[in-house]
């Protein structure tokens, strides 16, 4: 089969397309067709050498899969050949999903909404995974609460508003202004243009003083140090950002805060939770841009760069008929 390896850590140019052993589905595992995958920041740290005592060179990374199933192991009950799946690959174990074929638990494979193609159903796996994972397990957000979302366009961001509203939350989030419209498509109730504006500034206007119940930190920075400043009363904070450099954390202190870091579990039952959404027409990736898996280096290239132009995901047409 053909597959993306990384070779060395590095820039893009470290990966390099091979042909490599189709994997054989072992007792309870089942064998996939990848028809599409999909990018995360995720991806790019894994290649560059974040974390390299997690990573056996060489490698087959990626960490969303849509496709079908082609075979299964012994003790298999729930697939079947024919059925099509989705699901994140086990994070730091085994093989990734650059490659055409990839083999899973059965346990942490789902069945993809019927409702969205192979391209949209992969740019939602982890990105879906993670913002339920931050919002419903971990900040338990109720209804009637609001949410601040930290970079609403980006790929966790746009599927966090939409979770957010699906479950009767109000939602504040920073973008760019030229992401304002898209954002507010999606449900969010407060855009702030984080370029022209202090966003502390601006939620505690927007909520007359009261500050939000719940930040969701995508990207970094001082964010956990300055989230006291926008929180309500015993609010939380949840974060999917390594934490580079010690943070002050003392103005939390009165604000009862809660902090939570999440790095995302895998496990079907959080795939059927945002597949229900997807039906229901709540929840909806958004595709924001297709690459081959021949030009992975070109996609991780872009996602890499600052001012990429992106909304939503990249994603990556393993099966060459979803290319464009």
Same mark, same amino acid.
């Given at each position: 089969?053909?597959?993306?390896?990384?070779?060395?850590f590095?820039g893009?140019?470290?990966?390099?397309?091979?042909?490599?052993?189709?994997?054989?589905?072992?007792?309870?595992?089942?064998?996939?067709?990848v028809?599409?995958?999909? =990018?995360?920041?995720?991806?790019?740290?894994?290649?560059?050498? +974040?974390?390299?005592?997690l990573?056996?060179?060489p490698?087959i990374?990626?960490?969303?899969?849509?496709g079908v199933?082609?075979?299964?192991?012994?003790?298999v009950?729930?697939?079947?050949?024919?059925?099509?799946?989705?699901?994140?690959?086990?994070?730091?174990?085994?093989?990734?999903?650059?490659?055409?074929?990839?083999?899973?638990?059965e346990?942490?494979?789902g069945?993809?909404?019927?409702?969205?193609?192979?391209l949209?159903a992969?740019?939602?796996?982890l990105?879906?995974g993670?913002?339920?994972?931050?919002?419903?397990?971990?900040?338990?957000?109720?209804?009637?609460?609001?949410?601040?979302?930290?970079?609403?366009?980006g790929?966790?961001?746009?599927?966090? =508003?939409?979770?957010?509203?699906?479950?009767g939350a109000?939602?504040?989030t920073?973008?760019?202004s030229?992401?304002?419209?898209f954002?507010?498509g999606?449900?969010?109730?407060?855009?702030?243009?984080?370029?022209k504006? +202090?966003y502390?500034?601006?939620v505690?206007r927007?909520?007359?003083?009261?500050?939000?119940?719940?930040?969701?930190d995508?990207?970094?920075?001082?964010?956990?140090?300055?989230?006291?400043?926008?929180?309500?009363?015993?609010?939380?904070?949840v974060?999917?950002?390594?934490i580079?450099?010690?943070?002050?954390?003392?103005?939390?202190?009165?604000?009862?805060?809660?902090?939570?870091?999440?790095f995302?579990?895998q496990n079907?039952g959080?795939? +059927?939770?945002?597949?229900?959404?997807?039906?229901?027409?709540?929840?909806?990736?958004?595709?924001?841009?297709?690459?081959?898996?021949?030009?992975?280096?070109?996609?991780?290239?872009?996602l890499?760069?600052?001012?990429?132009g992106?909304?939503?995901?990249i994603?990556?047409a393993?099966?060459?008929?979803?290319a464009?």
């Amino acid at each position: 089969m053909k597959a993306i390896v990384l070779n060395q850590f590095g820039g893009p140019e470290s990966f390099a397309l091979r042909d490599v052993p189709k994997p054989v589905p072992q007792a309870g595992q089942v064998l996939v067709r990848v028809h599409a995958t999909s =990018i995360n920041p995720l991806d790019y740290q894994v290649r560059r050498g +974040d974390y390299p005592d997690l990573v056996p060179l060489p490698a087959i990374t990626g960490h969303d899969v849509s496709g079908v199933v082609e075979a299964v192991g012994p003790g298999v009950t729930a697939f079947a050949p024919g059925d099509e799946v989705w699901y994140t690959p086990q994070i730091f174990e085994g093989q990734g999903s650059y490659a055409e074929y990839h083999v899973a638990a059965e346990g942490i494979v789902g069945r993809k909404p019927a409702s969205l193609s192979h391209l949209e159903a992969a740019s939602l796996t982890l990105v879906g995974g993670t913002a339920w994972e931050a919002l419903v397990v971990r900040a338990a957000l109720r209804v009637g609460e609001s949410v601040l979302v930290h970079g609403g366009a980006g790929g966790v961001g746009h599927v966090a =508003i939409q979770l957010a509203k699906a479950m009767g939350a109000r939602v504040y989030t920073t973008v760019r202004s030229e992401n304002a419209e898209f954002v507010r498509g999606l449900g969010a109730d407060v855009t702030i243009d984080y370029e022209k504006e +202090d966003y502390v500034d601006a939620v505690m206007r927007a909520s007359g003083g009261r500050g939000v119940d719940v930040v969701f930190d995508t990207i970094g920075g001082n964010t956990l140090a300055r989230s006291p400043d926008v929180l309500a009363q015993l609010g939380r904070v949840v974060s999917i950002v390594d934490i580079a450099q010690p943070q002050n954390l003392i103005q939390a202190w009165g604000k009862n805060a809660s902090y939570h870091m999440v790095f995302t579990r895998q496990n079907r039952g959080k795939l +059927d939770e945002l597949g229900a959404l997807v039906e229901r027409g709540q929840l909806r990736p958004h595709v924001g841009a297709v690459y081959t898996l021949a030009d992975i280096a070109r996609a991780h290239a872009r996602l890499e760069s600052p001012n990429n132009g992106l909304r939503g995901k990249i994603a990556i047409a393993v099966d060459p008929a979803l290319a464009p």
